[in-house]
């Protein structure tokens, strides 16, 4: 897979990240919990489609419509980060993923340091073969949701208004 | 278009600027600048530009066998494909899936509003929302669209406001952004909550995976998806590109194109039918029976695929960088820049292809042909030869003669069917030029004389308001003609005085060839003219062509001989530079090409190769500012320009805006008088700042030079007269 690790990658996404305003952590599998558990609550998650992280124990599976509606907080895997754009790439595996990536007021993204690739042209190496192959959906998200039809730029349009991204070691 | 509806056209455009100019303007110029801005950061904006054209190029040569490709795919995804011929056949489809009390909440698309599907389906009783808030907002207004990508941009927040106040009498104020955007925010998520049908478009289909992409910032595209369990999504077939990979650049680049950011805030890849889960009464729920129903729309797309001009337009990512560049569309906005579905330059291809002539004649002649969005745009489309060429169309096919037999001698064109008389006398005003300089300054008289004003604005749509172009009596090349070159020159030139500079702005002429002979060139003055860039701008391709066949027999044996071909006039040059390619064959047009040159970058030239600038007149540390014409800056000629004049001492600001709003006849003409006003109002501010007032202007177009006249109050030399001695 065509990842860089390293400090350089996470001082380059994180300084894209902050640009949009959008914050973000750099944690370990074991402190994990305790960084998604200081989100605002309530908080809902769903399961990682990943091997070696899982999404924490103390965070509420998305199983209610409501709850996900009213969530403050939604926890889900991104599957790619995409350093040049301060992207994340958020895929619709397992199917809650989306609806709680999108209704809640704050959307956490959880990214592994391996999976964060340096450009676009990385990335959609990435996701030719994955859609080609097993279909879904792949959302390049990139900062908050946002609109400028009302006359200025306002944040938190039909989706979060905020996004934190926490990257794991 | 008579007389009376020239008056009226006019009048409209004043309504339209005077209600909708300023929000229009504001925005339109913001997404501009950031276009600028934020191609600047990409280090390989022009291979990506390439690299998205060579996909298109290929997409749309291999259309029929992607449109099979898609569909296999789709199907064997498990969702359904219905090729629409038409807008009724794919009204008549998209209906038979909407039972008639349903909701249908839609994400923006433009190709719905070109099928007016939302209409359609209203009348078979559906109810049908828009979740793009720009988009919801016309809806509520019962408004068109006015802007590819930000449709709405023709509407202040304060009248936004109002809209909201009549409409839905709030019980809060809503008048901050935040507020009117919370407000529409809850009123659509109701309209989620009791969505049945989602309805999309997509900006890109790929034909390997059966993904769909869609560019959105808010949201509402994803929220269209995940709260419905039928997705039913509407695209021209000219969305479709062979693989996923082949996105990559358009992701890069749309954003940036159209509203100046490096990217949208998601962009969607979706493989339908999507399994994203849906809401069900208490939990959430798998969704693995969606229904996904692809529409792909022919609409007259195959057609235009077959047309050798208008094919270009299926190149086209909508991305609106073409009309947030126009300085036209800046003043005036896609109510009147647009047909009935399309907005800006690109328009004109897309109502032609889509749905006639009849509604690009109304705008097309709003795009002056000044090139400036031939380079911002994602996938190099020639927005003005298209443009030139719907244009020619109607020509062809007006049927107004009634004045036919009093231009027949003045006009001398290759047009054939009755188009304008406005058009035939600005598209033929080299022969006006000719007489109005042997009969000068007799007939400088007449032009200026009060009734024969008036007769020309009543026949001819020439605004009063503007002055007459002054003919002298000694052509440049009679001038030229009794001068000695130097004795022994380092280079030959043959200068080729385009119509104004031998009939009018002889002084123009004059400065070159001193300066050129100061240099120690040796400059013959070229029998022709007319390079047929006045025809080509009233879409008189013919009479175009003919001037330019003309134009090769004269120049092509200086050439052989050795001359370089020098210009003054920019929009002269670009002919040979440019549209000959479109008019002369290959060979001829490679040469004219090769070997032609604007006066200053010439000059620059020789400088470079060690002429002695101290031939030349020195700045001194004159203050100067000065205006590049525009298809001197698409043609990237304007540096040249700035150069010289730097390294011979002048002190230099310079404009920045896209076009002087005069562009040829454009200015001239009645009906749209106002709007070159308004365009050049802006060139007006820039050169009244602190920084730039007093300073001598200069210009190097003949039409930057009338307007700057006019605008500044002041004479407005090109800058060649400042530097030869
Ligand atoms: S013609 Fe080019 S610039 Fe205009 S909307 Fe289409 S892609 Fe964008």
Redesign the pocket.
Known sequence: MATTAGDATVNQFTAALEELDVGWTLTTTDELPGELERFPEPIVGVPFPFEDVSLPESIPRAERSDGVKAASTGVTAATLGIVEYGSVVVESKPPETEPVSLYADTHVAVVRLEDIVDSMSDAFAELGPRLRETGGNAIIATGPSATADMGALVRGVHGPSDVHVVIVK | MSRKSKRAKAAQIRETMAAEGASVRENTRGFNQGRYDTVADLENYEELKDEARRIKEDAIERLPELIDQLTETIEANGGTVYLAEDEADANEYIASLVESDETVVKSKSMTTEEIEVNEHLEAEGANVVETDLGEWVLQVADEAPSH?VAPAIHKSRESIAELFREQFDPDRPLDTPEDLTAFASEYLADAFENADVGMTGANFLTADSGSMMLVTSEGNARKTVTATDRHVAVAGVEKIVPSVEDLQPFVELIGR??TGQDITAYISLLTPPVETATFGEDELEGSDDRDFHLVLIDNGRMAMREDEQLRE?L?????????NTCANFQQVGGHEFGGETYT???AGGWETGVHGLDSSEEFVDLCTGCSR?VE????G?D?PWINTVVRDRINRGAEDHSYDFLVDGLTPDAEEGGMSLQKRFFGNFVTVAKLGSLFAPVSNRLASFGPNRWIAERLLGVDQRRDMPQFSRETLKKWASERDGPADPDREVVFMADTYTNYMHVERGKAAIRALEALNVDVEVADVTESGRAALSQGMVATATRHGERVADELLPHVEDGRDVVIVEPSDLAMLRDDYGRLLDAETYEQLSENSYEILEYVYGLLENGADADALRDGNGTEIAYHGHCQQRTLGLAAHTEAVLEELGYDLVTSDVECCGMAGSFGFKQQYYDVSMAVGEELREQFSTPEAEGRTIVASGTSCHDQLTDLMKQDVPHPIELVAP
Do not use: D
Request: with cysteine; proline share 4%; glycine share 14%.
């Open positions: 590819l194109s159209g337009t190149y086209c990512i909508r991305c609106s960088a073409c009309a800006g330059g690109i969005c911002a745009c994602p996938v489309i927005i």
